[in-house]
């Protein structure tokens, strides 16, 4: 099932539910951004080499918010607004690693990709609103983009649950005490 609607993930024995439904907004991702990352992270999942698709573009408010942090290090312009995916970075990081499901990715992911969301270094930007992740964090979302080797679009390379100081690993240890 999908965040928001009540689910049960197979690496947790407890029952969680994330209150409010989640979802892409249109602006800067597309409407089917969600689908399309989805898709990506279970052809990872799967073993297979997924596309690099386009999911959407930073706000012009957040390309002047990165390139004023980049500025600020003496770091290139990024110079276009679209976002690319792939995704096996993040699927390592947090799925295999942390042991969020491909769901809890994608909802952090929507979450700070959000026209909301502000530039909180060179390379990244984060939702401006606590999320509650389902595991008792309130988190800050944030997104980290590579910003060279795809330009001048933007690699969507990672994605952060700021605060996740339960994490999924976490919880199921505590589950099985």
Request: proline letters at 6%.
């Amino acid at each position: 099932m999908w965040p928001g609607r009540g689910s049960t993930h197979a690496h947790s024995k407890r029952k969680r539910t994330i209150t409010g439904s989640v979802q892409c907004q249109p602006m800067p991702l597309n409407p089917d951004a969600d689908k399309l990352i989805l898709a990506n992270l279970r052809e990872i999942e799967k073993g297979n080499r997924p596309k690099t698709i386009s999911v959407g573009f930073i706000t012009e408010a957040q390309l002047a918010e990165l390139n004023a942090l980049r500025a600020e290090h003496e770091l290139p312009e990024i110079e276009g607004r679209e976002v690319v995916f792939i995704g096996r970075h993040i699927y390592e990081r947090r799925v295999v690693a942390q042991g969020y499901s491909i769901e809890d990715v994608v909802t952090q992911i929507c979450t700070a990709m959000r026209e909301s969301s502000r530039a909180n270094s060179a390379t990244s930007i984060q939702s401006a609103q606590p999320r509650a992740d389902g595991y008792g964090n309130q988190v800050l979302d944030r997104v980290v983009f590579e910003c060279t080797a795809r330009k001048p679009r933007l690699e969507l390379y990672s994605v952060v649950p700021g605060g996740d100081k339960i994490s999924p690993r976490e919880e199921k240890k505590k589950a099985a005490e």
